[in-house]
């Protein structure tokens, strides 16, 4: 049995750890550092990192807040927001990140995932799919891009199925309409991408209770966990969540 991954996230803006619900109404949960330290103490598998104003003002990842967090953790750290080139993701991995996550630059530009992986190598790459349900797409579910601001008309199962083709090492879905809400992940979106594609699928947005974290598995289908509102305001600790999934039968890290 695959060991089940938990992931927290540090959603940064102006610096600061924040955390809102459907992307919006945003709330501080403090300094990215302190989090990451304590998250790693508390033992996280691995840390995403993502910084959510990037895109909508038009600037790259903030390097200085990649470094600080990297300099302090040993655990993989993923890091999205503003990547939109080779270079930037080379720069992100030369600043402490042992993953980049890519979302608008790489709908803009699909070859950008085939390139990165050439260069970097597939398990460095991973492919963010934000979507919302649409009665217009054939999956029900439609691409949605810039922090969740603009749909773009295409089906968010179908490119993720081309994302794996062109190289992303991991998918990480996360659905408009449960981020933040703590009403549990979008099993029917996760179990959709989990099945249209073999590389490891992100549950994301939404984990509010210990059993939405087991249903992220069992049927969403994904191999890593990722929550922010729990961890952050410690509705439950990491080592909670694990010693409760391995009751129920799943392979934890402890």
């Not at 060991?3 to 750890?17: A, E, F, N, Q, S």
């Not at 691409?143 to 992303?168: F, N, Q, Y």
């Amino acid at each position: 049995m695959e060991t089940v991954k938990i992931m927290p996230c540090l959603d940064m803006k102006d610096g600061r750890v924040v955390k809102g619900v459907n992307f919006v109404d945003l709330k501080d949960a403090g300094d990215p550092v302190e989090n990451a330290i304590f998250y790693q103490q508390e033992g996280a598998d691995e840390l995403a990192m993502l910084d959510i104003a990037a895109t909508l003002e038009n600037r790259g990842n903030r390097l200085d807040w990649v470094r600080s967090v990297a300099a302090v953790i040993s655990i993989p750290l993923t890091v999205g927001g503003g990547i939109s080139s080779l270079e930037d993701i080379e720069e992100t991995l030369a600043a402490g990140a042992t993953k980049v996550s890519m979302n608008s630059a790489a709908v803009n530009s699909p070859v950008l995932i085939s390139r990165a992986a050439t260069k970097f190598g597939s398990e460095r790459i991973v492919v963010a799919v934000d979507a919302r349900r649409s009665a217009e797409m054939p999956s029900g579910f439609e691409l949605v891009v810039s922090g969740g601001t603009r749909p773009v008309g295409k089906d968010a199962i179908a490119w993720a199925r081309e994302c794996e083709k062109l190289g992303a090492g991991t998918i990480l879905p996360t659905s408009m309409d449960g981020d933040g809400t703590r009403a549990g992940y979008d099993l029917e979106f996760t179990r959709a991408i989990a099945d249209a594609v073999s590389v490891p699928v992100i549950a994301s947005g939404g984990a509010g209770t210990l059993e939405h974290f087991y249903d992220g598995v069992v049927t969403g289908g994904a191999q890593v966990l990722l929550a922010a509102s729990v961890f952050h305001f410690r509705t439950f600790r990491i080592r909670e969540v694990k010693e409760y999934l391995r009751e129920r039968g799943l392979a934890v890290r402890l």
